[in-house]
């Protein structure tokens, strides 16, 4: 891949013009930090992403991990070299406490430096994206000697992380997970269970594989109150930090997907006696926090995957804008509408409208998605640093943002993707392009880490009616400052904010009705339309901040964020329209189908 | 792959309840037949395609074709045994004249026939596919030697068919083609040119390959004006059938793509040198008609092929959805939502409201686009056989429809196959089910035989304008004709009635409005919208056509057909809105917009 995968012209906007994140360094946990050591951090994930993970992305898809006879997991050399350099760098540790070794990057900083990485190469970032989050899950609720001995070889880059929750037969639904965890009594628990879809869930890539595994403690609440959360790593760890025994998780297979190939992903078995540490049944665990609370925990970690998530769906989306950019500048084909002379010179493809239409639909879902991305992330610094009520508020905002943060660009910069191949014709469709790999990468992004219709279950189900309805008053009340800012302004800006106000309040009013009416089932049967139609209100209100901060600014980088602010107003905003209908009309469509119709 | 991959009952209904093709019988060519003769080939191709196609679906993915050091292609064996059996069969030759050799079948069961092995296996139909279209072409304008020396031993199985169009350089855009003819004074002419894209364009799958060459002869007009067709076979045919000399047509290279990976895809050299038949340079080719008027003639396949991109697009949906609705009925997740004890034991999958939601949008995008295909392809039937006025009409009524039941389904049923994966969750992106590469073999359709861009172009630059807007007119009273009968129905059908009248009357005005600017590029520049209005206009109209036909009967089938109708209006037909809103203000978002801005 020759173009670049993400863009730091956009990046720079989005950081410093916009969110203002150079302010976060008055605060105490990022006072070392500069503008200065922001841009080393970003110049350093571009050039190592460019030249350590881009070069190996299709080699990795093509010769995808496979498992060898002895059992263990075969990569190409290339995705251990490129996560040595990583570690080395000090990224994996990016945004943990100096006290961990860590460089305590605001979260922003720390998603705009993974986002190269992932755009770069999806199946290779997988690995240390899944690390920080487990670490970060550690340092949360684990105890010292837990952090001590998992967290600080996973900053070092030496151990990796996971999270084992899902089962062959237990996917979207947790509560039926049989994975079982007997205590011992010497506070260790002996765990025998299958786990499955667990991505790195087997490698040789570093020392060590800590997974982070939900279990039953037998005589527990059925359902989700009975889960709890155990670290089992693959090898048992001596006091002193060297490797012991070989722990009961065997690899059972490899999953073979469409796309993600790089990525490992695994059924794994603990306990089933391929091997018994000190003689005894059952693989080794050690609780993190308390018995049964193991789902908020991994919360934790889910909410900040769901997160990564999206960053993973809007750098594959952006990579393929930024692919599609070139290709339709520099291929010729056709003449302008208007010319009718055979004998004149073909032009470049971005002259007809139709593609246009494709380039732009692309920029103002990836340059809208990554916006989102980073004020999330920025949310989140604000929920850790800010304190008092602006932490809170910042917590309660992300809080119900976190679906769309997941959804939207998982929907949309898929989407794009679809587009960046449409776009090269039947070049796109071959795999001597890189856009149909983005496109197969990117369509796992609906599925894991909570589905599309999981998130929209958890937008409308929780997180609009939670407090009172108190997150969705805040975020009203945000998207509402924002108009107030934009009417002023007169021009595109306020028509914006006319039609910005309009879809709000009718979204407000849709989720009132759908509660009013007293039948859950009703109120949820839409629930996707639902997610749908406040995901492009959010990225609406999105767009006009951009269109804010580019304001008054002149050139051709702000001109292409007025056109795609434009492009999002006139022609995905309105797609809102229909489904708010659908809502308001309490549709019994999906709950009088019988399953024998089908 | 144990489900079926397509409905027999669902082909039954349009068929024989809603299209009444049985009373094409009555017309002088298809008099030999009977519905025990349309069930006969309707059921000979399930069987066949459940037997001999479907089995190495995946194996002829996962082992796509490769070329060899002495430049054949090798193909797994199972493809070259399916085809001989599908042409011993007779299955290519099912709609030609009885003095081929043929079957006299009307079209429409030729498409339902050949639609069951492109859903059990898109790559290796497309070899009869693209050899029918061949045929067919040179049956109405080759001459009569032309027609026995390369169409009855198509038809026979033992040679194959392409069209070579694109070259590297011209793909959308033909006036741009470079590929020569010279004429060498006997008859004949030497070609020189490069061929890209081409579908079958190699193999040793039979004894011969007839390629279908677009070419310029020095000295024509430019531009599309100047192409003429040609008759290139691959080896010489001797006057006495035998085969003569290799042709000069030489295998540069295979395209690896994303999907549809069966069909061998090519590059081809015309008269490189490679090999010098007669001594002479230049690959021997037979002019097709007249000079220059190769476009017109190419028109001919690319229309007939248009439809058959819609069926493959159909029948890659029409199997995903059967596969998600077995998935859904025996995979069990979670509970209903008014289920609160974890105890109780979960349920199949399609007892969840947004579940249903994905696989009653599949069913209507389906079955809506098997019933808009087949009432299609009665339509080429009665152009062909009606004759008179109804002829004529039904020619006007394809010419308007033919975009649409290329570019709708292409969009739709791709959607479908996305749904279908997320009903199957992380199971679905794997490889060890069929979904993913139903949906990597449908993502071509949208780009070949004219991308979904150059659709859009064709109906609203060309189909709704041409003979003063006749085409559109008759199709609005086709429309108007199927609201009044519904009208009379009450209830359902008459309250669909009021939406498609709405959206038509809206789709003819804005059609006005567009046109009535004075501004081609600003009328072009929503093409793609207006393509997609009237796509889900059409779709809307079959629908409401099925719902008459199912009318006062009952069972599970018929309900399923009220509900997907059902789903349609009120979650599809409603889309249109924006769109049409988008066009109604001739919106220059797209012709404004600097290239130098993205």
Not at 2 to 12: C, G, I, V
Not at 72 to 88: Q, S
Not at 244 to 256: F, M, S
Request: net charge negative; charged share 20%; proline share 4%.
């Amino acid at each position: 891949m020759a173009t670049a995968p993400l863009s730091r012209r956009d990046l720079d906007f989005l950081l410093y013009e916009w969110l203002d994140v150079t302010a976060l360094t008055g605060r105490k946990r990022f006072a070392e930090h500069s503008k200065e050591t922001f841009d080393a951090v970003l110049d350093l994930s571009a050039e190592m992403a460019v030249k350590h993970f881009a070069p190996h992305n299709k080699k990795a898809d093509a010769q995808e991990p496979r498992m060898l006879p002895d059992g263990t997991v075969e990569l190409i050399p290339e995705v251990a070299e490129a996560l040595r350099i990583f570690g080395e760098a000090g990224l994996v540790a990016g945004q943990f406490d100096e006290s961990l070794g860590g460089m305590q990057l605001p979260a922003v900083l720390a998603r705009a430096s993974m986002a190269w990485f992932q755009a770069a190469n999806a199946g290779t970032s997988s690995y240390p994206f899944l690390t920080v989050g487990n670490a970060n899950l550690l340092v949360a609720h684990g105890t010292q000697q837990q952090i001590d001995t998992f967290v600080r070889p996973m900053l070092e880059g030496r151990f990796f992380g996971t999270m084992c929750l899902s089962e062959p037969q237990a996917g979207s639904s947790l509560a039926d997970i049989t994975t079982r965890a007997v205590p011992r009594g010497d506070g260790t628990y002996r765990l025998t269970g299958t786990k499955m879809w667990i991505s790195g869930g087997d490698h040789e890539l570093g020392e060590n594989i800590v997974h982070l595994v939900l279990a039953k403690v037998p005589g527990g609440p059925a359902g989700v109150k009975g889960i709890s959360l155990f670290v089992v790593p693959k090898w048992l760890v001596n006091e002193d930090g060297t490797l012991g025994e070989r722990n009961d998780v065997t690899l059972v297979g490899l999953n073979h997907k469409m796309g993600n190939r790089g990525t490992t992903n695994t059924l794994l078995n603990f306990g089933d006696g391929t091997r018994t540490p000190s003689g005894e049944a059952g693989a080794v665990g050690y609780l993190v926090g308390e018995e049964n609370r193991g789902l908020s925990y991994m919360f934790h970690m889910m909410n900040e995957a769901r997160i990564g998530v999206g960053f993973l769906a809007i750098s594959l989306g952006y990579a393929g804008y930024l692919q599609s950019v070139e290709y339709a500048a520099t291929r010729t084909q056709g003449r302008a509408a208007d010319d009718k002379d055979p004998a004149s010179p073909p032009v470049p493809i971005d002259r007809h409208a139709d593609v246009r239409r494709m380039l732009l639909a692309q920029k103002s879902y990836v340059e809208g998605a990554l916006a989102l991305g980073l004020y999330c992330a920025k949310l989140f610094d604000d929920q850790e640093t800010a304190g008092g009520e602006e932490a809170a508020r910042a917590a309660l905002l992300l809080d119900i943002l976190t679906p769309i943060v997941k959804s939207w660009p998982s929907q949309w910069c898929l989407e794009a993707n679809s587009l960046a191949i449409q776009v090269h014709g039947g070049y796109g469709y071959t795999r001597d392009y890189d856009v149909e790999q983005f496109y197969r990468d990117n369509r796992l992004n609906p599925i894991h880490e909570g589905t599309h219709g999981i998130q929209g279950l958890d937008l409308l189900g929780r997180k609009v009616t939670m407090k009172g309805g108190a997150g969705l008053a805040l975020f009203a009340e945000a998207v509402r400052a924002t108009i107030v800012r934009a009417e002023a302004l007169g021009g595109a800006a306020s028509e914006y904010a006319g039609q910005l106000a309009a879809v709000l309040e009718r979204v407000v009013a849709t989720t009132g009705r759908l509660w009013g009416a007293g039948d859950p089932a009703v109120a949820l049967a839409n629930s996707s339309a639902y997610l749908e139609a406040f995901g492009h209100l959010v990225v609406a209100w999105i767009w006009l901040e951009q269109l804010l901060a580019a304001d008054g600014r002149s050139g051709d980088f702000y001109e292409g964020k007025r056109a795609a602010a434009r492009y999002f107003y006139r022609y995905e905003l309105p797609r809102t329209g229909p489904q708010l209908d659908l809502l308001d009309s309490l549709d019994r469509t999906l709950l009088d189908v019988d399953p024998a119709w089908f």
